[in-house]
């Protein structure tokens, strides 16, 4: 079975800091995806990637950026923390078969930023 | 753009009881359907999928058809179990992007 590790599974930071969440999948997937998922808005897209060194903006992208240097591993950082960024944050991975698309999700990292 | 509606929750059901989440989409083209379910703290997975119109998509006893006339994807099981208690999130492929657009969510409790 496909394998998506995702490092915390809850993190706490303050206001202003920089932050670094890390994904991990097992497979060989060429597509990778982050999104956060908050109470009556289901998940949004935030970032993805296709391909190593390659990233595209989802819905939501402001305040957020993406790494991507190997083909396993997908970060996502936040430059400067706010308190409206605590949320849920899942990331996916799936086969480059776009349109019938089987994603496999982490567990999610519950981050709070006080 | 492509967005997907669900039916607000929590839904509270009995054991045994029959279950519909109601799910419609609007869309360009045609997407693919999915039905993901997350149990508690757990990420999401894959319940079902109908990638074309009038394909039932169905698993652990949960079924939903693509509907293109009335853009609808309804998830139904005949008989709940306490152990389906978790959240439901309907979803569609945009395009040939490779993304997922999810609904917001329903939750669904199952009582003994």
């Known amino acids: 079975d496909v394998k998506v590790t995702q490092s915390s599974r809850y993190l706490v930071k303050r206001t202003g800091e920089k932050v670094f969440l890390e994904c991990v999948q097992d497979m060989d997937h060429e597509n990778m995806f982050w999104y956060r998922q908050d109470p009556g808005l289901g998940l949004r897209l935030i970032y993805f990637?296709?391909?190593?060194?390659?990233?595209e903006k989802g819905d939501i992208p402001e305040g957020y950026s993406v790494s991507r240097e190997k083909k396993e591993r997908f970060s996502l950082i936040l430059e400067s923390a706010s308190t409206n960024q605590t949320s849920m944050y899942l990331c996916?991975?799936?086969?480059?078969?776009?349109?019938?698309?089987?994603?496999?999700f982490g567990s999610g990292t519950q981050l709070s930023v006080l | 753009g492509d967005s997907v509606t669900q039916m607000e929750g929590p839904v509270t059901l009995s054991e045994e009881a029959f279950l519909t989440i109601n799910c419609t989409y609007t869309a360009t083209g045609y997407p693919s359907l999915f039905w993901y379910v997350q149990y508690p703290g757990e990420g999401l997975q894959l319940l079902l999928k109908?990638?074309?119109?009038?394909d039932k998509g169905s698993n652990k006893g949960f079924e939903a058809t693509y509907r293109k006339e009335t853009t609808s994807f309804h998830l139904e099981k005949g008989s709940v179990q306490v152990s389906d208690s978790a959240v439901y999130f309907c979803?569609?492929?945009?395009?040939?992007?490779?993304?997922?657009?999810f609904g917001q969510g329903t939750t669904l409790q199952v009582k003994p």
């Open positions: 996916a991975s799936s086969l480059g078969d776009r349109g019938n698309e089987k994603l496999f």
């Open positions: 990637s296709y391909d190593v060194k390659m990233k």
């Open positions: 109908a990638t074309k119109a009038d």
């Open positions: 979803a569609l492929s945009a395009g040939n992007t490779g993304k997922l657009i």
